[in-house]
């Protein structure tokens, strides 16, 4: 098992910036890829970014591509989104996933590869 908790968010005004981290415990951390969803209210979750375990690797969606930046930490057991130029579009509860892989370069854009979520943390972006 590999348990997830993700932390940082809160609320800032359109243009700020937040960085997100979850932090993971149970497994080695550096066997597995990592990414992070959201979900705003009514609407389903989406992809918003993902790396590989060797961190060499990243994919984002084309909604925060040049505003966020996902990175990890294998000696903190830790990946972080940071989120600049933030939009009210951008509100929603933020989780972080993991999935094990053989393969240092496997990243996972899709949610039903994951077998591993956090319980989320909110992003409120205020105009």
């Known amino acids: 098992q590999v348990q997830l908790v993700e932390s940082g968010g809160g609320l800032v005004q359109a243009g700020g910036s937040l960085r997100l981290s979850c932090a993971t415990s149970?497994?080695?951390?550096?066997?597995?890829?990592m990414g992070w969803f959201r979900q705003a209210p009514g609407k389903e979750r989406e992809f918003v970014a993902a790396?590989?375990?060797?961190?060499?690797?990243?994919y984002y969606a084309d909604s925060v591509k040049g505003r966020f930046t996902i990175s990890r930490d294998n000696a903190k057991n830790t990946v972080y989104l940071q989120m600049n130029s933030l939009k009210p579009d951008d509100t929603a509860v933020y989780y972080c996933?993991?999935?094990?892989?053989?393969?240092?370069?496997?990243?996972?854009?899709?949610?039903?590869?994951?077998?591993?979520w956090g319980q989320g943390t909110q992003v409120t972006v205020s105009s």
């Open positions: 790396m590989s375990r060797s961190g060499l690797r990243t």
């Open positions: 996933a993991a999935v094990w892989s053989s393969s240092a370069s496997y990243f996972a854009p899709t949610d039903r590869e994951y077998n591993y």
């Open positions: 149970g497994r080695t951390f550096s066997n597995y890829a």
